[in-house]
T-cell receptor, first 113, second 114 residues
Framework: KQEVTQIPAALSVPEGENLVLNCSFTDSAIYNLQWFRQDPGKGLTSLLLIQSSQREQTSGRLNASLDKSSGRSTLYIAASQPGDSATYLCAVNHMEYGNKLVFGAGTILRVKS | EAQVTQNPRYLITVTGKKLTVTCSQNMNHEYMSWYRQDPGLGLRQIYYSMNVEVTDKGDVPEGYKVSRKEKRNFPLILESPSPNQTSLYFC?????????????FGQGTRLTVV
């Protein structure tokens, strides 16, 4: 059974810091991994999608890497801003489960001004 | 604007009173699904649909029904809601069953069953 773990569960940093969020998964048979952002009372916003054949994806201040063989992904946020405060979720699209996403519990990020 | 729209956003209902949460997408996506999000349990898939008239159970389908009569709509039906169905519900869609397409989520429906 695929399980996804995110570390840390919560993170509080001062504005301007670079930070790393971690995601690990138990079964490397994935098609892709997607990072989402969730704001309180709102839906999930897709940040980055990494296909299983890719090593990383970048969008603005965000960079996500994928090491499928070791079952790990990291989301790097450069020069963090208070507007980055949200819950960050990673989800894997597992081969056995069709297009179902298996989610981690998330990392709650607070960036202090 | 490409989006997945759920209604209502908030709903309080009583045990046993049938309700429907609507979901509509304007991206001509084939694949749609429903998730529920609970503290400590994360997001879990309820039902999914690969195309019109094709639906199947996810991880937690008990107490729910769905239908896919049109490509754009995928309503979630609770025939007899119970308090353990109090949760935050999300509808999602992606282009095809091709497994490297991005998933788009609705804004969520917070349901309380008393």
């Amino acid at each position: 059974k695929q399980e996804v773990t995110q570390i840390p569960a919560a993170l509080s940093v001062p504005e301007g810091e670079n930070l790393v969020l971690n995601c690990s998964f138990t079964d490397s048979a994935i098609y892709n991994l997607q990072w989402f952002r969730q704001d309180p009372g709102k839906g999930l916003t897709s940040l980055l999608l990494i296909q299983s054949s890719q090593r990383e994806q970048t969008s603005g201040r965000l960079n996500a890497s994928l090491d499928k063989s070791s079952g790990r992904s990291t989301l790097y946020i450069a020069a963090s801003q208070p507007g980055d405060s949200a819950t960050y979720l990673c989800a894997v699209n597992h081969m056995e489960y069709g297009n179902k996403l298996v989610f981690g519990a998330g990392t709650i990020l607070r960036v202090k001004s | 604007e490409a989006q997945v729209t759920q209604n209502p956003r908030y709903l309080i209902t009583v045990t046993g009173k049938k309700l429907t949460v609507t979901c509509s997408q304007n991206m001509n996506h084939e694949y749609m699904s429903w998730y529920r999000q609970d503290p400590g349990l994360g997001l879990r898939q309820i039902y999914y649909s690969m195309n019109v008239e094709v639906t199947d159970k996810g991880d937690v389908p008990e107490g729910y029904k769905v239908s896919r009569k049109e490509k754009r709509n995928f309503p979630l039906i609770l025939e007899s809601p119970s308090p353990n169905q109090t949760s935050l519900y999300f509808c999602a869609s992606s282009l095809t069953i091709n497994l490297n397409t991005e998933a788009f989520f609705g804004q969520g429906t917070r349901l309380t069953v008393v």
